[in-house]
């Protein structure tokens, strides 16, 4: 199992990125795929979760109304689309799944919320 995720940056407050995670060495289009986040000090949170299939996604409050997550399982991608971010949304983000009942996780891609 392989996930790299790609698309973080530094950005003004307000501003928006669009993260990529891409997924191999397993049927991708099988499992829940997650987008979690650790900020410096702070403990890993989930952010975003999205069904196998795409058609039931959830949020944490924090993000709700400003993230959105999406899939493409013909290219085994995985999408976290962050809108009107804040100061507080800086942190490392991480994709997510659970193969074979032990977790995998991508290397992180930082994001800076900064003006």
């Known amino acids: 199992v392989q996930l790299v995720e790609s698309g973080g940056g530094l950005v003004q407050p307000g501003g928006s990125l669009r993260l990529s995670c891409a997924a191999s060495?397993?049927?991708?289009?099988?499992?829940?795929m997650k987008w979690y986040r650790q900020a410096p000090g702070k403990e890993r949170e989930l952010v975003a979760a999205i069904s196998s299939g795409g058609g039931g996604t959830n949020f944490a409050d924090s993000v709700k109304g400003r993230f959105t997550i999406s899939r493409d399982n013909a290219k085994n991608t995985v999408y976290l689309q962050m809108n009107s971010l804040k100061v507080e949304d800086t942190a490392v983000y991480y994709c997510n799944v659970i193969w074979g009942f032990r977790n995998y996780w991508g290397q992180g891609t930082q994001v800076t919320v900064s003006s």
């Open positions: 060495g397993f049927t991708f289009s099988n499992y829940v």
